[in-house]
């Protein structure tokens, strides 16, 4: 199995609050994702990092923000939490392309 | 990157052998073809990937035909726990160089029944 875990698996939080997940892997892989998925819905891509003090958006526009200091440490933080940012939010990790590790995922829920 | 489509839900029960389909016109001669497997609340998990031919491992088979415009991932005795979704995926294979933009579709929703 993928060592990938995500913290904490589920949060619910009042609006306007800033939130961080967390992100940890333990494979030494460069790339990592965050991706984020409502229910029955595709996943789209948020931001990606190819290694340390590396990252760019990704397909999907997000209020969210993420850093890469270490390379095996991958958090994503939303400065001021909204109702519209509640979803499924699934950190993964690659070493080669297309053969992503996710997380469990961080379930989000603002009120 | 090539999108692909799949059928949005299928149903089986227990014992017998699913095969889902998905197609993928646009595929570039460099592109592998990924499958992926999600249960509720959870990320998705790596299941098979090829390029032509078939590749077999000890969950599934995947099939590409030669023109690799389609591809089928065949799950041989479904159980109740192979109940799902997967996600068919196309893009450049190892050392290749997606820009991290891989697109996983809504995939198709596998119900097994007993």
């Known amino acids: 199995e993928a060592d990938i875990y995500q913290t904490p698996r589920y949060l619910v939080i009042g609006t306007g609050k800033k939130i961080t997940l967390e992100c940890s892997q333990t494979?030494?892989?460069?790339?990592m994702y965050w991706y984020q998925q409502d229910p029955g819905m595709e996943l789209h891509l948020i931001h990606y990092s190819y290694g340390v003090n590396s990252t760019e958006k990704g397909d999907l526009s997000s209020e969210s923000t993420v850093s890469r200091i270490r390379t095996e440490h991958f958090p994503l933080t939303l400065e001021s939490a909204r109702p519209s940012h509640t979803s499924q939010y699934l950190c993964a990790s690659s070493e080669e392309n297309e053969k992503l590790f996710f997380g469990s995922g961080t379930q989000l829920s603002v009120l | 990157l090539a999108k692909t489509t799949q059928p949005i839900s299928m149903d089986s029960y227990e014992g017998q052998e699913v095969n889902i389909t998905c197609s993928h016109n646009?595929?570039?001669?460099?592109?592998?073809i990924t499958w992926y497997q999600q249960f509720p609340s959870q990320g998705p998990r790596f299941i098979i990937q090829g390029y032509k031919t078939k590749v077999t491992n000890e969950v599934a088979s995947l099939f590409i035909p030669a023109d690799r415009k389609s591809s089928t991932l065949s799950l041989p005795r479904v159980s109740l726990s192979d109940t799902a979704v997967y996600y068919c995926?196309?893009?450049?294979?190892?050392?290749?160089?997606?820009?991290?933009?891989?697109?996983f579709g809504r995939g198709t929703q596998l119900t097994v029944w007993p």
């Open positions: 494979m030494g892989h460069d790339k």
């Open positions: 646009n595929i570039a001669t460099n592109d592998y």
């Open positions: 995926l196309v893009g450049p294979g190892p050392g290749g160089s997606t820009l991290g933009r891989l697109y």
